[in-house]
């Protein structure tokens, strides 16, 4: 068929209709083909060209390319929204846009006990006292044995041990840090102002009682230490971490390695002395064990307790962050649990 200007103006503007159409890819491809595809009614009038005169040939030539480019061109941005089109529908989504702002990590921090550990440790540290470390995996001898708790003596029945298999059948988890005592007077000389912070391992779990729980040891051995020193020490370390005016209370105790030896309660925060399930309807929580270092303690370092004396305390992290948050079970601290750690 002849090509006229009038018949390809007829092509292009069906060819766009058609484009705009179409629905899908094959509808599009389909256009393509009746109008400007090789095949295509415009392509046909090109080739057909040659049997028309010099100036019709310029005429319908300039007009078939006009239109044919301007049809591959839609076709192109047709093609390019269906497929998005198609895209989104199987995927669901927008494309990623790339200039968005990105979604930030929220920081993390540290965990409560660790927080709470560190704040002891610094209000240690103001008064004076240096920071020791010492094995996880202990030796009965420093474990039990030198701080005067002799083979079978019952009092060792007082912490429910983890053993460790060993040749020499002689390790344990450390049950207290109170070892470090002992490993530090072996290696140093009087005075003696230190404290030891790290986690030791019970066989018990309840609300208040974990496998594994953490400790601060203190130790102060010196020349003219009495138990007034130790009792304004503690006092000064509760003021510094529970603030002014909250109660404490000695009771006389008993541990191997102290004599005289005390426990040492704060009020219970959740109840303010009432009586509730935490504090087991006492109205008191025990936080610390302590005494003045017993001279058969010394024996085993080789001090002389004729020429000096000392005072020692282990307290439990977890009793003081639970009663400085007002948490009353310990288990939520080792749940791992981001809904109660992101509150601290
Ligand atoms: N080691 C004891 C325990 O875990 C706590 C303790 C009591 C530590 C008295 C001491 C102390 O240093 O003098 O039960």
Same mark, same amino acid.
């Not at 509808?27 to 083909?33: M, T």
């Not at 429910?160 to 060993?166: A, G, L, M, P, V």
């Not at 953490?214 to 370390?237: C, N, S, W, Y």
């Not at 109660?247 to 009586?275: H, K, N």
């Given at each position: 068929?002849?090509?006229?200007?009038? #018949?390809?103006?007829?092509?292009?503007?069906?060819?766009?209709?058609?484009?705009?159409?179409? #629905?899908?890819?094959?509808?599009?491809?389909?256009?393509?083909?009746?109008?400007?595809?090789?095949?295509?009614?415009?392509?046909?009038?090109?080739?057909? $060209?040659?049997?028309?005169?010099?100036? @019709?040939?310029?005429?319908?030539?300039?007009?078939?390319?006009?239109?044919? +480019?301007?049809?591959?061109?839609?076709?192109?941005?047709?093609?390019? +929204?269906?497929?998005? !089109?198609?895209?989104?529908?199987?995927?669901?989504?927008?494309?990623?846009?790339? =200039?968005?702002?990105?979604?930030?990590? +929220?920081?993390?921090?540290?965990?409560? $006990?660790?927080?709470?550990?560190?704040?002891?440790?610094?209000?240690?540290?103001?008064?004076?006292?240096?920071?020791?470390?010492?094995? &996880?995996?202990?030796?009965?001898?420093?474990?039990?044995?030198?701080?005067?708790f002799p083979?079978e003596h019952p009092a060792r029945d007082m !912490?429910? =041990?983890?053993? $460790?298999?060993? @040749?020499?059948?002689?390790?344990?988890?450390?049950?207290? =840090?109170?070892?470090? !005592?002992?490993?530090?007077?072996?290696? =140093?000389?009087?005075?003696?102002?230190?404290?030891?912070?790290?986690?030791?391992?019970?066989?018990?779990? &309840?609300?208040?009682?974990?496998?594994?729980?953490?400790?601060?040891?203190?130790?102060?051995?010196?020349?003219?230490?009495?138990?007034?020193?130790?009792?304004?020490?503690?006092?000064?370390?509760?003021?510094?971490?529970?603030?002014?005016?909250?109660?404490?209370?000695?009771?006389?105790?008993y541990?191997p390695?102290?004599?005289?030896?005390? @426990?040492?309660?704060?009020?219970?925060?959740?109840?303010?002395?009432?009586?509730?399930?935490?504090?087991?309807?006492?109205?008191?929580?025990?936080?610390?064990?302590?005494?003045?270092? &017993?001279?058969?303690?010394?024996?085993?370092?080789?001090?002389?307790?004729?020429?000096?004396?000392?005072?020692?305390?282990?307290?439990?992290?977890?009793?003081?962050?639970?009663?400085?948050?007002?948490?009353?079970?310990?288990?939520?601290?080792?749940?791992?649990? $981001?809904?109660?750690?992101? !509150?601290?």
């Amino acid at each position: 068929m002849p090509g006229t200007p009038e #018949r390809i103006e007829r092509l292009r503007s069906e060819g766009l209709a058609a484009l705009a159409a179409a #629905r899908n890819e094959s509808e599009l491809l389909d256009a393509k083909g009746r109008y400007f595809g090789k095949k295509g009614a415009i392509s046909e009038i090109l080739k057909g $060209i040659g049997a028309l005169s010099a100036e @019709e040939r310029k005429a319908v030539g300039a007009e078939a390319n006009r239109a044919r +480019a301007e049809l591959e061109s839609v076709f192109d941005e047709r093609l390019a +929204a269906i497929r998005e !089109q198609e895209r989104i529908s199987r995927e669901g989504v927008e494309r990623l846009d790339v =200039t968005l702002p990105g979604r930030r990590e +929220a920081p993390g921090h540290r965990h409560p $006990i660790s927080q709470t550990m560190a704040d002891i440790i610094s209000v240690f540290r103001r008064l004076g006292f240096s920071v020791q470390g010492g094995p &996880d995996v202990e030796k009965d001898y420093y474990n039990f044995e030198a701080l005067n708790f002799p083979p079978e003596h019952p009092a060792r029945d007082m !912490q429910d =041990t983890f053993y $460790i298999e060993s @040749e020499a059948g002689d390790l344990v988890l450390r049950t207290h =840090t109170s070892p470090i !005592q002992i490993r530090t007077m072996e290696k =140093t000389r009087p005075p003696v102002r230190i404290i030891a912070p790290g986690a030791v391992y019970r066989s018990d779990s &309840d609300i208040t009682h974990s496998p594994m729980f953490h400790q601060v040891e203190g130790l102060a051995v010196d020349t003219g230490i009495t138990m007034g020193d130790l009792k304004g020490l503690l006092t000064e370390f509760c003021r510094m971490t529970f603030g002014p005016g909250k109660p404490l209370r000695f009771r006389p105790s008993y541990f191997p390695f102290t004599e005289p030896s005390a @426990e040492v309660d704060i009020q219970c925060v959740i109840c303010l002395g009432r009586g509730c399930r935490v504090c087991k309807d006492s109205g008191w929580l025990e936080i610390l064990g302590a005494g003045m270092v &017993d001279p058969s303690v010394f024996g085993f370092v080789g001090y002389d307790p004729e020429e000096y004396s000392g005072f020692a305390f282990g307290m439990g992290v977890e009793r003081i962050a639970m009663l400085r948050h007002g948490i009353s079970d310990i288990r939520l601290f080792f749940e791992n649990d $981001i809904r109660f750690l992101s !509150q601290f």
